[in-house]
Nanobody
Framework: QVQLVESGGGVVQPGGSLRLSCTAWGFRFDDYSMGWYRQVPGKGREFVAA????????MYDITVKGRFTISRDNSKNTVYLQMGDLKPEDTGVYYC????????????????WGQGTQVTVSS
């Protein structure tokens, strides 16, 4: 049974940093790409970043490129999202997602999601 558990959210001032973690169980982690999405009230989940099974390929939404870094540690079944220079518009619930394949040619999300972790950027 696939399980994804996010952690690391919190309240931070504009310009600050946070690192989110997502630990996975129930599948062979190093066979699959992984992604991060975020959601604000009244909107659907929006793509933030993704990483291929090996970590060699990464993808970012234009709104976070240069400020966020996605990485993974396959020995720990964990994917990370390092967020820097945070802005109020980065506020939302951040969700981890399992990709449908290794991600060598792009990211396709599956129906497997974590429970989400809240990030609030406010002064």
């Amino acid at each position: 049974q696939v399980q994804l558990v996010e952690s690391g959210g919190g309240v931070v001032q504009p310009g600050g940093s946070l690192r989110l973690s997502c630990t996975a169980w129930g599948f062979r982690f190093d066979d699959y790409s992984m992604g991060w999405y975020r959601q604000v009230p009244g909107k659907g989940r929006e793509f933030v970043a993704a990483i291929s099974w090996s970590g060699d390929n990464t993808m970012y939404d234009i709104t976070v490129k240069g400020r966020f870094t996605i990485s993974r540690d396959n020995s720990k079944n964990t994917v990370y999202l390092q967020m820097g220079d945070l802005k109020p518009e980065d506020t939302g619930v951040y969700y981890c997602n399992k990709g449908v394949d290794g991600g060598a040619s792009g990211y396709t999300r599956s129906d497997f999601w974590g429970q989400g972790t809240q990030v609030t950027v406010s002064s």
